[in-house]
């Protein structure tokens, strides 16, 4: 729905596409974003984080011609 804001400064883990980081990993993150599939393990570790690289890229955009 486009409402997750993403942080000016973040760091993104992404985990195996099998079953995602280890639950010692996620208890110490201080957000999770989760992108909606039919199946949870349905896609590639790469692709999915070019889909939330081109999220806040274009959010960052929309923002500075806000801005202008």
């Known amino acids: ?5 993403h ?7 992404l985990g195996a596409e099998d079953h995602g980081p280890p ?8 957000r999770l974003v989760q992108i ?4 949870p393990q ?5 692709v999915a984080g070019t889909l939330i690289m081109h ?3 274009a959010k960052s955009l929309a923002r500075q ?3 202008a």
């Open 1 to 5: 729905d486009g409402s997750f804001n």
């Open 7 to 13: 942080d000016q400064r973040a760091l993104y883990l």
């Open 23 to 30: 639950p010692s990993v996620l208890d110490r993150c201080h």
């Open 36 to 39: 909606p599939t039919p199946n």
């Open 42 to 46: 349905s896609m590639n570790v790469a």
């Open 55 to 57: 999220d806040r890229y």
């Open 65 to 67: 011609v806000v801005a």
